[in-house]
């Protein structure tokens, strides 16, 4: 089993939909987790953390489910500059050093 | 502006030649990564450096090294060593918000 895995889509979605999709990590003591955007062909931008409380920044919701091990992002109201293939990363030692999923590809189609 | 630069953005190199990837940061982090990233695959871990003089092997060093003599640098050099060098390669900083990224040079090696 991989340390953390992701559905890799793509998720197909009409524009102003809401979509989720989920990341699931193997390691119970893993303490930090974040979402990460990334455009074709650039490098992965930090969309947000994932805390214990979950965490809204404007249409992106993020959750985070201890006793499933995995984490959440909803993003509502989509929009067509939302696709993108959406990254998540664990930290599960005490530095920063972090193990990735291989991402979710999502297309918001008009 | 704060932030990871890398260069060159595209470089094309023959097999059997040593190259190296500029990676600087001014953002004054200890932590700073190198990731190999393949066609619809996620990131991989070459080399990390936690502190000036000190680095570690991630999961994939073989045909790699890399050199930590100041905080703002940490340069990654692909040896001939590496079988199969053709890829985009990314460097990262971080403090315990997240990692940030450079925005990576794309090595083609023939």
């Known amino acids: 089993r991989k340390e953390v895995e992701q559905d890799p889509g793509p998720f197909n979605v009409p524009e102003g939909a809401t979509v989720a999709f989920n990341c699931t990590y193997s390691?119970?003591?893993?303490?930090?987790f974040f979402w990460y955007r990334q455009d074709c062909r650039k490098e992965p931008k930090l969309l947000m953390s994932v805390y214990s409380s979950g965490n809204e920044d404007g249409r992106f919701t993020a959750q985070l489910n201890r006793a499933s091990q995995y984490i959440s992002l909803l993003i509502r109201d989509s929009k067509l500059s939302d696709s993108a293939t959406y990254l998540c990363?664990?930290?599960?030692?005490?530095?920063?050093?972090?193990?990735w999923g291989a991402g979710t590809k999502l297309i918001i189609k008009p | 502006d704060g932030g990871i630069t890398q260069s060159p953005k595209y470089l094309f190199r023959k097999e059997g030649q040593n190259v190296t990837l500029s990676c600087e940061q001014n953002l004054n982090h200890d932590a700073m990564y190198w990731y190999r990233q393949d066609p619809g695959q996620g990131l991989r871990l070459i080399y990390y450096?936690?502190?000036?003089?000190?680095?570690q092997k991630g999961d994939i060093a073989e045909g790699y090294s890399v050199s930590r003599e100041k905080k703002e640098s940490f340069p990654l050099t692909v040896t001939s060593a590496q079988k199969n060098p053709t890829a985009f390669y990314l460097c990262?900083?971080?403090?315990?918000?997240?990692?940030?990224f450079g925005p990576g040079t794309r090595l083609t090696v023939t």
């Open positions: 990363a664990v930290n599960m030692n005490s530095n920063y050093q972090l193990i």
């Open positions: 450096s936690q502190i000036v003089n000190d680095f």
């Open positions: 390691n119970s003591a893993s303490q930090s």
């Open positions: 990262a900083s971080s403090t315990a918000d997240g990692q940030y």
